[in-house]
């Protein structure tokens, strides 16, 4: 349950799900897999993804994820507040009015990405950004988050010239592999909410281990 669920929330209330990885790792498809499937189920259902998901959001991906070399020169810092702005924005206009209606919410990417690539990937402290982590996102936690974890090699590899963002093309293997160290250790910090996927195998397979996963907390998409 997210935290705000836990103070006050009503009685019916949805359930938050974030997909994380290290680049390449497919989050993008798999959400749009699994919200699918909830559609075909009649769960009603909310799929975004971060930065973006609102007309703010957007706005600061175009920024964050062009793969400039103006770009490349924005600060730990600067990157982590941006992203939090994003966050804080799709929150409040979109996952949290959400979750009152009671519905699923899958996310591509959440705060836990934020700790990931600021925190290991970029030096920043992690229990810093935790603290900003939790002002944007006024304390909501995922129920649920899935890790789909790869060699960052092969997840690079995956990624085609034109798809590539600013972290693929400026960044080195060394960032990428403290990212994905990061993911991990995130991973074993709360394995009550995460569980971790071999993304390295085919996309059917890792959308079953993650349908598997999600309907621990929603019924209707097992089987």
Not at 126 to 151: C, K, N, S, Y
Request: aromatic share 4%.
């Amino acid at each position: 349950m997210t935290s705000s669920v836990r103070r006050s929330g009503p009685a019916r209330r949805g359930r938050f799900i974030t997909i994380e990885g290290p680049d390449g790792s497919g989050k993008t498809l798999q959400a749009e897999r699994l919200h699918a499937l909830a559609v075909v189920r009649g769960v009603p259902c909310v799929l975004t993804r971060e930065p973006g998901g609102t007309w703010a959001g957007e706005r600061i991906r175009e920024i964050l994820l062009g793969a400039s070399s103006t770009n490349e020169r924005i600060s730990p810092r600067a990157d982590a507040l941006l992203f939090s702005a994003a966050r804080a924005q799709l929150v409040a206009e979109v996952v949290e009015p959400a979750l009152a209606r009671g519905e699923l919410v899958i996310d591509a990417r959440h705060a836990d990405s934020t700790l990931a690539y600021q925190g290991f990937g970029r030096g920043l402290d992690v229990d810093e950004l935790r603290a900003i982590q939790h002002f944007a996102t006024a304390g909501l936690v995922p129920d649920l988050t899935i890790l789909l974890d790869l060699p960052v090699e092969l997840g690079l590899a995956r990624k085609a010239s034109a798809d590539e963002n600013r972290f693929e093309v400026g960044f080195d293997l060394d960032f990428h592999r403290r990212v994905r160290d990061g993911y991990l250790a995130l991973a074993r910090r709360e394995p009550g909410r995460w569980v971790v996927v071999d993304a390295a195998r085919d996309p059917d397979a890792v959308h079953e281990a993650v349908v598997a996963a999600v309907a621990r907390l929603e019924p209707r998409l097992a089987g």
